[in-house]
């Protein structure tokens, strides 16, 4: 019993900034949220997640900030339609980043921070 709480007290799986997604708020019904994906023997991942709540198209245009230490590291951008009632997810619909200034050491012990620093939705058809 000692060795599986030591074993699930250091899985950083656990933490909600591993797996599951963080929303990072609603704007112009479209819910943004984003998630860190760490595959086995590759580099850490960014992945984004849109979802269109209204029935109207959306025209997403997004920036990500990455910092370390206080200071902006990488920045990403992501423009995208959204059909009304879809929902983008990370991997899938490629909406990931691959940061080159972070190490995923870095990322999983916490020192980067992810910031959704400018999100421009308006209404237009997707095509």
């Not at 059909?83 to 050491?105: C, D, K, M, V, W």
Request: contains cysteine.
């Amino acid at each position: 019993m000692r060795t599986l709480l030591l074993l699930i007290a250091g899985c950083t799986c656990l933490s909600p900034a591993f797996g599951q997604f963080l929303s990072k708020g609603t704007h112009e019904g479209v819910e943004i949220a984003y998630r860190w994906h760490h595959p086995k023997g590759k580099p850490s991942e960014l992945q984004l997640k849109l979802k269109n709540t209204t029935e109207t198209d959306k025209r997403v245009s997004i920036a990500i900030d990455l910092f370390y230490q206080g200071l902006t590291v990488e920045s990403f951008e992501a423009d995208t339609c959204v059909r009304a009632g879809q929902q983008l997810t990370g991997r899938l619909n490629g909406f990931y980043f691959i940061p080159e200034r972070i190490s995923s050491e870095q990322i999983k012990d916490g020192s980067a921070e992810v910031e959704v620093t400018r999100t421009l939705v308006t209404n237009e058809p997707c095509h």
